[in-house]
């Protein structure tokens, strides 16, 4: 997500500073990058007359001290999660924006983690972010209005529109969509169907543009897990404990499009 978030910011004129853990990782998303951005134009969907923004790249969250909006989209695991943004919160000026691209752990729960709890803000950005102009907006308990202001003319900036909802684990769109994923892999799991039937039958009877199945390849397998875990966790569904179908393939190293195989094989590693 990323490097998702970052080429929709660069395609709308606007300046990034990437942060990852080390170079190589970062070789390859400037790669990414500037593919995603060619994928962007060839579509259609960036702003024409504007130039694109610059990106640098960084190994230090001190680099992030003079950001105007700070947006972390690392792995759904509360310790990195914690780690990140205290980090980042501690060396930014007052009145930066901080954005979590959490896909279900609540913004009030993580507002702890933070210097300021009013400043930060959840944007559950889709995948391609690029490409998906919808974005849920989640304002936790403490957000403050200021941070909302501030939220709402950047995606207005970046051409999204936003629909905000009040914080809760999941939120909206993963607390409906990741126990469906979870269930589909169960029908697989049980032999009632193949990935290819479950999805079919969902994308022809209801809609679903990409199916359940080619949705979870296309968000990574683990990073599903993950926020299984989050929300079976904080709920205790039985609707959100991850199947062992899902579990072995996570074992297994089949993470979905960006290892080339999930339910689906893509044939290559998969950017």
């Given at each position: 997500m990323?490097t998702n978030?970052a080429?929709?910011?660069?395609?709308?004129?606007?300046?990034?500073?990437?942060?990852?853990?080390?170079?190589?990782?970062?070789?390859?998303?400037?790669?990414?990058?500037?593919?995603?951005?060619r994928?962007a134009q060839?579509?259609?969907?960036?702003?024409?007359?504007?130039?694109?923004?610059?990106?640098t790249?960084s190994?230090?969250l001190?680099d992030?001290?003079d950001?105007?909006?700070?947006?972390?989209?690392?792995?759904?695991?509360?310790?990195?999660?914690?780690k990140?943004?205290?980090?980042?919160?501690?060396?930014v000026?007052?009145?930066?924006?901080?954005?979590?691209?959490?896909?279900c752990?609540p913004?009030?729960?993580?507002?702890?983690?933070?210097?300021r709890?009013?400043?930060?803000?959840?944007?559950?950005?889709?995948?391609?972010?690029?490409?998906?102009?919808?974005?849920?907006?989640?304002?936790?308990?403490?957000?403050?209005?200021?941070?909302?202001?501030?939220?709402t003319?950047?995606?207005?900036?970046?051409?999204?529109?936003?629909?905000?909802?009040?914080?809760?684990?999941?939120?909206?769109?993963?607390?409906?969509l990741?126990?469906?994923?979870?269930?589909?892999?169960?029908?697989?799991?049980?032999?009632?169907?193949?990935?290819?039937?479950?999805?079919?039958?969902?994308?022809?009877?209801?809609?679903?543009?990409?199916?359940?199945?080619?949705?979870?390849?296309?968000?990574?397998?683990?990073?599903?897990?993950?926020?299984?875990?989050?929300?079976?966790?904080?709920?205790?569904?039985?609707s959100?404990?991850?199947?062992?179908?899902?579990?072995?393939?996570?074992?297994?190293?089949d993470?979905?499009?960006?290892?080339g195989?999930?339910?689906?094989?893509?044939?290559?590693?998969?950017?």
């Open positions: 990323g978030i080429t929709l910011a660069i395609g709308h004129g606007v300046p990034v500073v990437l942060i990852d853990v080390g170079d190589p990782v970062l070789a390859r998303a400037r790669q990414t990058i500037t593919q995603k951005l994928h060839l579509m259609g969907v960036l702003p024409p007359g504007r130039p694109p923004g610059g990106l790249t190994t230090s001190d992030a001290a950001a105007t909006t700070v947006v972390e989209a690392v792995t759904e695991l509360p310790e990195t999660k914690a990140v943004l205290a980090g980042v919160s501690a060396v000026r007052p009145g930066t924006t901080l954005i979590s691209n959490t896909s752990i913004i009030d729960e993580m507002a702890d983690w933070v210097v709890g009013d400043e930060l803000v959840g944007v559950h950005f889709m995948n391609p972010s690029y490409l998906i102009k919808m974005v849920e907006v989640i304002q936790g308990p403490r957000t403050g209005e200021a941070t909302m202001e501030a939220v003319a950047l995606l207005a900036t970046l051409g999204r529109e936003a629909l905000v909802i009040r914080d809760s684990p999941g939120f909206v769109i993963n607390r409906l990741h126990p469906l994923i979870n269930t589909a892999a169960m029908l697989v799991e049980e032999g009632v169907a193949s990935a290819e039937v479950v999805d079919g039958l969902l994308e022809g009877c209801l809609g679903h543009s990409t199916g359940p199945l080619r949705t979870a390849d296309l968000i990574g397998l683990d990073n599903l897990v993950d926020s299984l875990n989050v929300l079976y966790e904080r709920r205790g569904e039985e959100c404990r991850p199947c062992e179908l899902l579990l072995a393939k996570v074992r297994e190293g993470l979905g499009r960006k290892t195989r999930g339910f689906f094989d893509y044939g290559k590693m998969a950017l």
